[in-house]
DNA sequence: TTGAATATTCAGTACCTATTGAAACTTTAG
DNA sequence: CTAAAGTTTCAATAGGTACTGAATATTCAA
């Protein structure tokens, strides 16, 4: 970690010259109640299906409010350059946090977005897509398989009879929650959806 | 693998002794269909929050909608013994697939609940309460750690105002979730519940 | 109580993912 | 163009989770 030192070194003789917008160092009470969001965020990362730095680096971008850079972020969460830099390029591509360009800078800087709804939609329609859409593939392939017309008179066998009404009650239930994902995902732009406020309004 | 030829070696000479309520050979056909079903639903376990093994057998038993017993699922899936034994205990844990005892018969046998709705509630009630709960009393912490009194006139401070906008906004949306979550979990003893209904109504 | 059938546990290992750190690359100011 | 600043890549490896299989425990019929 020679970097850090370098870098103060530097700030130290002249202030002007690679200057972070905002200090790391910040009131050890703010800084004690952003690091346990951070933590948290980190443990829980398993409920995005994103791992803990990857978590951990959004959590502080999150909580902070504040564009950061690969140095600000390599140094409040202790990693590495190449981790820092892979994991911000990951949730870049997730479209929950931006790079940031400052005017005369040479530096990019990344900030979260700010609205949760939206983060958790544009997470929400990209695990839809990974996960449950190839599954669903899946199912509706295995019910063609067994249509009569394909495996003549065992259609009438037990077995098969079972395996067939197990396939259609997973379709059903695929089906339906497909259409709510895709509802909440759609016009989820900003502030309480369409979906939520049907659900608080009928609960 | 000794123990599949030594069961049906028994089996081969004495057809009473040990004798698995279904034999696991089945229609190629049928077989091939149980088997795609089961490798994407063990691919995609992380939708659930389980691994591969586990959501495998789970698919198994779902799929064949038969009670199977240790052996046949250790058979079909090709796993060990203390696989398949901490897997099934697991998957008992999470309440989706049950135990059952067969008058006269020493081994025991499992198989998966049949109605999807209740799986997944029972899978959401789990998750929300491991993994939901415990985030959203953290947060609730931070919040109560940034309060005025607590923080005099730094409550001012740009950057504890820009922290505790972000705490409110991540609250509010994790709140609401849950309640949901909790309507979900509360009345799905079976088929389209509550929630879902209203939803497919009103969209 | 015994022993055969069955079930569980767990130390060791295989396998896989995340992380590091140094080298290579890119960009821009001068 | 060159040097300095900044960024990305990637081979090596640390670290963690899942799996095996033999040892141990449990159950039940006789």
Wanted: one cysteine or more.
């Amino acid at each position: 970690m020679t970097t850090v030192e370098e870098r103060e070194n530097l700030s130290a003789t002249d202030s002007t010259l690679n200057p972070r917008i905002v200090p790391l160092p910040v009131d050890p009470k703010l800084r004690k109640v952003q690091d346990d969001f951070i933590r948290k965020w980190g443990e829980m990362g398993a409920i995005w299906g994103i791992n803990r730095t990857m978590a951990e680096i959004h959590a502080l971008l999150y909580i902070t409010g504040l564009p950061l850079c690969t140095d600000d972020v390599m140094d409040r969460l202790h990693i590495s350059r190449g981790n820092a830099s892979m994991s911000l390029r990951a949730l870049c591509d997730w479209g929950i946090i931006r790079r940031m360009h400052r005017r005369g800078e040479r530096r990019e800087y990344f900030e979260s977005l700010g609205d949760v709804w939206e983060m958790f939609s544009i997470i929400a329609a990209e695990r839809k897509r990974r996960e449950m859409d190839p599954v669903l593939e899946t199912i509706k392939q295995c019910i063609r398989e067994l249509e009569p017309d394909r495996i003549g008179k065992l259609a009438e066998d037990e077995a098969f009879r079972r395996t067939r009404q197990r396939l259609d009650g997973m379709e059903e239930f695929m089906s339906v929650t497909n259409k709510i994902f895709q509802q909440f995902v759609g016009n989820a732009k900003s502030g309480l959806n369409k979906v939520v406020r049907v659900l608080l309004k009928a609960l």
